[in-house]
């Protein structure tokens, strides 16, 4: 289980400010929106289910997950990963990698991986490395 963060408080990359915090992730899980106890405490409408103490999208593949998200286990949309990054910019990542390709060598869309400084602060199937969360 990872920490709940900012990342669903910022459904667009676009809004101001987010992608400077997106790739944060929180340890404090108190008095955070989206927390549940049970599918209805979430909205249903977004197609969203209760996932251990969070609102999160529900998913079999990973299509519906918004960008920088993924299905985890054929049922949940984890939180975003990192945040967006140009690849040739000089220095995108503040001294890490601009990460191209998942753990399969197949292309993604570029992005700076999150802050950590434990593997229980990073999305399932991501450790922390280097206080950065890389998919395992």
């Given at each position: 289980m990872f920490?709940?963060?900012?990342?669903?408080?910022?459904?667009?990359?676009?809004?101001a400010g987010c992608s400077a915090i997106l790739g944060e992730y929180s340890v404090d899980e108190a008095s955070q929106p989206g927390e549940c106890a049970e599918d209805g405490d979430c909205d249903t409408a977004l197609n969203e289910g209760c996932d251990d103490g969070r609102c999160a999208i529900r998913c079999l593949t990973d299509d519906p997950c918004p960008m920088y998200s993924e299905c985890f286990g054929a049922s949940y949309c984890t939180e975003p990963i990192g945040t967006p990054c140009q690849p040739d910019a000089s220095d995108p990542c503040g001294g890490y990698a601009c990460v191209e390709l998942d753990v399969n060598e197949m292309p993604v869309e570029p992005y700076c991986p999150g802050y950590c400084t434990a593997s229980s602060m990073c999305p399932p199937n991501y450790e922390c490395s280097q206080l950065r969360c890389y998919k395992q």
């Open positions: 920490a709940r963060g900012v990342g669903l408080l910022c459904p667009s990359l676009a809004l």
